[in-house]
């Protein structure tokens, strides 16, 4: 009887536990994107969100991205340096320079928490890497194990993003951040030339 009344306690105290994981696991929005097996497989992904999308847009150059034998590469063109997490990674560049454009496509390893991950792709983003061009927005957001960003001007960044979400269906968390308006593009260029380490785009012009 002692052992019965012991049992049921712990019984109830599984389920519950069993029953909060399918409760979260069922509440995660559903991805339609289709399985990641390889970078190739997110170069198609890239290209599918170009479809009837390249009026616009710089002559650009996708590839896969080899953050083990080439990690200068892979940190310039996705503004990361961890890769602990990252099983594949592809980025979409212009060809000449002076184009502020980036589109970033990052495959989450198994087990690795994915809404991290896009929060610092957010965060870490460059607006202003190029030479006398900036960036007005980068968008960021996630779908299954897929990290999804894309830097440009803002309608350009807008117009992109919203072709990845229509093809993902269900996204995670949306993280946006956006050059201030009285940040001119000169000064970014400016402190490029200065290599002044910084992202934070208020504390520098209160500093200049």
Known sequence: MKVVKILVP???????????VLFFNNTKPKSNLPEITSGQDLVALVNKIYEGKTENLPMLDTQ?????????????????EDFSNIEYAVA????????????TILKVKDGANVEEVAKMVNEKAQLNKWVCVCADKVLTTSSGNVVFSIMSNAETAQ???DS???IAGGIGEEYVRELPKYFPPAIASF??????????????????
């Open 10 to 20: 712990i019984v109830i105290v599984i389920a519950i536990v069993v029953g909060v």
């Open 164 to 166: 990845f979400k229509e």
């Open 191 to 208: 402190l490029l030339d200065l290599s002044l380490e910084t992202t934070d785009y208020t504390a520098t012009v209160a500093y200049l």
């Open 159 to 161: 117009t992109i993003y």
């Open 64 to 80: 896969v991205l080899d953050f083990v034998n080439t990690p200068e590469t892979a940190q310039y063109a996705t503004d990361i």
């Open 92 to 103: 979409s560049l212009p060809m000449m320079n002076a184009q502020a454009y980036s589109l």
